[in-house]
């Protein structure tokens, strides 16, 4: 669970005549880090999701799960392991820059012929949590215990989804049934405490109008206390269109999220980006079956209709030519940040061919070089593309390089507009979330409960985290 010192209280402290709302960032002290009580369960979830998933899912699993046992606060002083620099750092390339080629065997045998080594260049110090995951997960060795315990971690990020399943809330009575409109009053939301990373996301799906227009027109007084994430969406929306003021206040939405994410730490936007759009589509599904036993319509699965692509992974083995292929569903698509300059770069990084040292083939049953080829073959109308900013292992990071990225765009042969961005300023330990948006045909920035008109310059200077594309016609 991500744990920012965050800025959010104070956003009215950044000026109107600032150049870059990247000028101030207010300062506020560390967070406590999760103790393992509270992460304890949802890491154990997270880990049998981990289990079954394959290809860039798996992938996108284990950053979370390293994630969450880095920033673990135990009860107890942890005893500490070395991890061997280079393992780490072809680790590192796994995970974050959307390698291949998995690491192999821990091997620690380097350190052993080390008089001095120095720690975070030939090792890194690892807490017992981490290493048994790593050990159980690649094996190899030897351990090595450290002698000096490192300071516990302040921060992280997180990038996939955890979809609980559990809320508690008092529900509206009655809802409207008539046809509303999908264009939304622009309004700023009120942060009370951290929650900034919400309305940063909330403010980019309102750029949605079919969204919207399910939202507000498909849940209803039937349905709705069966669907506490769509029924929360609705409630804000409404909040947008009958509030007086320039700002609302969400309630009802903040109450059903909260045993996942906890109101007393800050959290990761793409997480809870991930885990909103789930929840809701999960809501979908169970009302669907539901009303085909009941011989009822069903509601129109407005999450995979607009919002998820589809995307294949071949792994060809060079030795007798089998191929073995993946299809995978997805939301986002998390974007490596090396060695590119743009947005465009990266996406065909993620999709170029790549030779697999060592490939367990299962139909020759040798270990060969494979070629993994990955093709998107269903683009949504609306690409979500994430940029790995953050990295947590063997160190906690973030690149602050700028990547370029356009207002209209060519992804895979198709045309694309942009119609928001999230972007998060700051360090890992001290930030904040806001977002740009394109809605009643202007840009607009919405930082919380402010809120100004803003240009195509100001949007395409930001240091963007998650930027929102709809599909041209």
Known sequence: MQQFRDNDNNSENLNEEDNSINQHVPQFPPKKAPSFSMEGPQILGLLLQFRCAQGNARRELECQLI?????????????????????????????????????????????????????????????????????????GGPELLED????????????????????DISMMSSISQQELPSEIPIKGMKNELFFCYMHSILQCLMCIQELNHFILNSINRHNGQKMLYCQGYKEMLLQMRDAQSDYIKINNLRTTICKKFNPKYQHDAQEFLLYLISMMEDEIIEVNKENEKKQQPKLENVVKKYLKGQIVSELICKNCKHKSVITEEFLTLSLALTKVSTVNQSLE??????????????????KKIAIKKTRITNLPRYLILHLKRFKFFPKQTKITQQIKFSIESNFCNTEYKLIGVIVHSGSLEQGHYYSYGRRQHKWWLFNDQRIKQANKMDVQQQQSYILFYQQLF
Request: hydrophobic share 30%.
């Open 148 to 167: 000096k315990i490192p300071p516990s971690p302040v921060s992280a990020i997180s990038s996939t989804t955890d979809r609980a399943k559990s809320a």
């Open 67 to 139: 994630k969450r046992l880095v920033n673990i606060k135990k009860n107890y002083e942890p005893i500490c392991y070395r991890l061997n620099g280079t393992w780490a750092l072809k680790y590192t390339n796994y995970l974050y820059e959307n390698s291949n080629t998995l690491p192999g065997p821990i091997d620690n045998t380097p350190l052993l012929q080390i008089k001095e080594p120095i720690r975070n260049r030939d090792y890194f110090v690892l807490t017992d949590t981490v290493w048994k995951f790593l050990l159980e997960e690649y094996g």
């Open 349 to 366: 990084e993620f999709l170029k061919d790549e030779l697999i040292q060592d490939y367990q083939c299962d139909n020759c049953h040798k």
